[in-house]
């Protein structure tokens, strides 16, 4: 599973956040490209799978605000 | 996030600024799944996905409360710009008055007030009104 973040909407560090708060439910590859920052997750809990992606892209929404 | 259903919206960046994309997002992220995309030039697409099974009526009412919540929080932001000179000389008129020396209230021994504080003459001493022990 892979979520792309649009440089201009979301900041790097807010996506760093992210992964420290999630990094017991799955593993995450963060990567730079042109089209963004791709997060690559991996080996996900299986109680989290359904919903892991939809949680972390509002995480990261979340810090933007902050 | 093209999971179950989903409604995406585009919005203008001349008419909402992204500050207030994001406050409008954050009250939102407990009843739905947001995602923010670029959607051309200054447009943002933003994809709403129910966290609950609902349906598409559902899903047009968050949608429908998210132009809501963005005119509000863009208001405000617009109001907050409008404000900020008055809101800094209040400020400034607060730590002005906070850094005057506040020993100026009290007489000379810096132990209470001072004679000016009685200026009709009517206290009387603890001495007199019930004698010495």
């Known amino acids: 599973m892979e979520i792309v973040f649009d440089k201009k909407l979301y900041k790097l560090e807010a996506i760093r956040s992210a992964i420290g708060a999630f990094a017991g439910l799955a593993d995450f590859v963060l990567k730079s490209n042109q089209r963004g920052i791709a997060v690559k997750i991996s080996n996900i809990d299986p109680e989290a799978?359904?919903?892991i992606d939809g949680e972390f892209a509002n995480y990261v929404l979340a810090q933007m605000k902050k | 996030m093209d999971k179950k259903i989903s409604q995406k919206i585009t919005v203008d960046l001349k008419i909402y600024p992204l500050e207030a994309i994001y406050g409008a997002s954050y009250v939102f992220i407990d009843r739905a799944y947001l995602f923010l995309e670029p959607a051309g030039k200054n447009k943002v697409a933003i994809t709403f996905r129910p966290k609950e099974d609902a349906g598409a009526k559902e899903l047009e009412n968050i949608t429908g409360e998210f132009f809501n919540e963005l005119l509000n929080y863009a208001f405000r932001l617009n109001l907050s710009k409008e404000n900020k000179k008055i809101r800094q000389h209040i400020i400034e008129q607060a730590l002005f008055a906070a850094?005057?020396?506040?020993?100026?209230?009290f007489s000379d021994s810096g132990?209470?007030?001072?004679?000016?504080?009685?200026?009709?003459?009517?206290?009387?001493?603890?001495?007199?009104?019930?004698?010495q022990k």
């Open chain 1, 49 to 51: 799978a359904d919903i």
């Open chain 2, 99 to 105: 850094s005057e020396p506040a020993a100026e209230k």
């Open chain 2, 111 to 131: 132990l209470g007030y001072g004679e000016d504080d009685d200026p009709l003459g009517i206290a009387i001493p603890w001495e007199e009104k019930y004698g």
